[in-house]
């Protein structure tokens, strides 16, 4: 799983890097094998003002399709908790219907109409 990190309007530390793989791995881990990629932009929307400005924008790429999610808070790391478990659900979600989709377009499930007859 590759990890792509942005930061805009601050700087990034190396326990705020740690904490997003750490992050990642847990909500990513079950389906880490369909991950191609995965960038990671945040940014400081007001600056130096304060505020729910702090944001996390997610891009998980799997194979066919791309994962956005978004979270925006005060605090950069409950952004980035947050991001990552929403991240994780979708992720999931996504898999789970395309094996359901893969598993009713098999050979076995579909019924000819010589069969109907």
Partial sequence: MQ???????FSMTRA??????????FALGKCYRH???ILVRLSDINGP????????HLVVTLPGQAVVVENTQADLYVAINHAASR?????????RRR???????????????????
């Fill in 87 to 95: 991240a994780g659900r979708t992720v999931m979600r996504q898999l």
């Fill in 49 to 56: 003002r304060g505020g729910n400005d702090k944001r996390c």
């Fill in 99 to 117: 094996r359901q989709i893969n598993r009713a377009s098999s050979p076995a499930d579909r019924v000819l109409p010589e069969d109907i007859a």
């Fill in 16 to 25: 705020m890097r740690t904490h997003i793989e750490r992050r990642l791995g």
């Fill in 3 to 9: 990890i792509e990190i942005q930061a805009q309007n």
């Fill in 35 to 37: 991950v191609k990629r």
